[in-house]
T-cell receptor
Framework: AQSVTQLDSHVSVSEGTPVLLRCNYS??????LFWYVQHPNKGLQLLLK??????LVKGINGFEAEFKKSETSFHLTKPSAHMSDAAEYFC????????????FGTGTLLAVQP | EAQVTQNPRYLITVTGKKLTVTCSQN?????MSWYRQDPGLGLRQIYY???????DKGDVPEGYKVSRKEKRNFPLILESPSPNQTSLYFC????????????FGQGTRLTVV
């Protein structure tokens, strides 16, 4: 069965410093992987997705993620944090089977200090 | 504008009083689903629908019902709400599910007292 583990429930960075949000996945076949962001009192928005093309995926707002099959990881990074990046981030894997459902990690809350 | 619209945004109700949360999408998507979000648990799928008149249980379906009579609408029904259904609910739609991008509604915060 597919699953994702987000290794940090909270991450705090200073504005202008790099962001790293860690995600490991478990999948019995080549997965589709996503990062979604949820700002306070908002719905979820897609940041980026990996679907077996290039292993380095670029998303919106300067975020990117690298698919590493050998490490079963899909970490999210950004070179320089902005105050507006403060939000909750979810790593997601697609079931890809009969249900086509999304399986969510438990989320990482990113705080950005001025 | 492409969007998923949920109503209401906030709802406080009493145990046992039937309620419906509506969800509508304007993107002609085949796949729609309902999730609940609880602290520390991420989002868990309640029900999903791959097409009109085709619905199936997700991971946490107990106490919920859905219907898909039209492509654009996918209401969530709580026949007899209980306090353990207090949660934040999201409706989502995507072209086919799976690897296709999911679009989420703004969420419905439900409190059952």
């Amino acid at each position: 069965a597919q699953s994702v583990t987000q290794l940090d429930s909270h991450v705090s960075v200073s504005e202008g410093t790099p962001v790293l949000l860690r995600c490991n996945y478990s999948s019995s076949y080549s997965p589709s992987l996503f990062w979604y962001v949820q700002h306070p009192n908002k719905g979820l928005q897609l940041l980026l997705k990996y679907t077996s093309a290039a292993t380095l995926v670029k998303g919106i707002n300067g975020f990117e993620a690298e698919f590493k099959k050998s490490e079963t990881s899909f970490h999210l990074t950004k070179p320089s944090a902005h105050m507006s990046d403060a939000a909750e981030y979810f790593c997601v894997v697609s079931d890809g089977g009969a249900t086509n459902k999304l399986i969510f990690g438990t989320g990482t809350l990113l705080a950005v200090q001025p | 504008e492409a969007q998923v619209t949920q109503n209401p945004r906030y709802l406080i109700t009493v145990t046992g009083k039937k309620l419906t949360v509506t969800c509508s999408q304007n993107m002609n998507h085949e796949y729609m689903s309902w999730y609940r979000q609880d602290p520390g648990l991420g989002l868990r799928q309640i029900y999903y629908s791959m097409n009109v008149e085709v619905t199936d249980k997700g991971d946490v379906p107990e106490g919920y019902k859905v219907s898909r009579k039209e492509k654009r609408n996918f209401p969530l029904i709580l026949e007899s709400p209980s306090p353990n259904q207090t949660s934040l609910y999201f409706c989502a739609s995507s072209l086919f599910g799976g690897y296709t991008e999911a679009f989420f509604g703004q969420g419905t915060r439900l409190t059952v007292v």
